[in-house]
């Protein structure tokens, strides 16, 4: 099945810097890349998610970009702000009929 | 348009007690998932329905998890004879297709096992 790797497993950083958080994928097949954003007490939520027929996707702040030959995909968020400070999960899926394999999380903190 | 619901939202219970978790998914979705997570943990997966298959159990944790899902939509997730350990909250998630669909998440239901 799909293994994730999700690094590093807190990140802290100034207000206003930006933040990366790197995942890798073992199953060359997966084609669908989410990443979930996890608040303190709250559900996580979907922010992005890219498919294997791209390799950037941006939404604001945010973007994901993949690597499909490395099997790595990568979260950034630029000008970060308190309200960033969460959990974030990267996952990945080979097709419908399989699970959604999810990584470890990265605990982010935006310090004022 | 409801979101995926789950209850208990809070269950407090007696180690070897039995309990049910209840997650109603959005309707439609073919997909639903069962997920565990500890106070400060990530996301521990317990099991996946999707439409007719098989359900993938390959994480429930021991033969004392089992969760069906009835009509292919209400599932619920007994836990028999509680240990301490059990103690966690349960996030039930679905998706419209599958593991290529964006997955969406219950509030979880907080498990206390005394």
């Known amino acids: 099945g799909e293994n994730v790797e999700q690094h590093p497993s807190t990140l802290s950083v100034q207000e206003g810097d930006s933040a990366v958080i790197k995942c890798t994928y073992s199953?060359?097949?997966?084609?669908?890349f989410p990443w979930y954003k996890q608040e303190l007490g709250k559900r996580p939520q979907l922010i992005i998610d890219i498919r294997s027929n791209v390799g950037e996707k941006k939404d604001q702040r945010i973007a994901v970009t993949l690597n499909k030959t490395a099997k790595h995909f990568s979260l950034h968020i630029t000008e970060t702000q308190p309200e960033d400070s969460a959990v974030y999960f990267c996952?990945?899926?080979?097709?419908?009929?399989?699970?959604?394999?999810f990584g470890a999380g990265t605990t982010v903190t935006v310090r004022a | 348009g409801a979101g995926v619901s789950q209850s208990p939202s809070n269950k407090v219970t007696e180690k070897g007690k039995d309990v049910e978790l209840r997650c109603d998914p959005i309707?439609?979705?073919?997909?639903l998932y069962w997920y565990r997570q500890s106070l400060g943990q990530g996301l521990e997966f317990l099991i996946y329905f999707q439409g007719n298959s098989a359900p993938d159990k390959s994480g429930l944790p021991s033969d004392r998890f089992s969760a069906e899902r009835t009509g292919g939509s209400v599932s619920t997730l007994t836990i028999q004879r509680t240990q301490q350990e059990d103690s966690a909250v349960y996030l039930c998630?679905?998706?419209?297709?599958?593991?290529?669909?964006?997955?969406?998440f219950g509030n979880g239901t907080r498990l206390t096992v005394t």
């Open positions: 309707s439609g979705h073919t997909a």
């Open positions: 998630a679905s998706s419209f297709e599958g593991g290529n669909s964006p997955l969406h």
């Open positions: 199953d060359s097949a997966s084609n669908y």
């Open positions: 996952a990945a899926s080979p097709s419908n009929d399989y699970k959604l394999s």
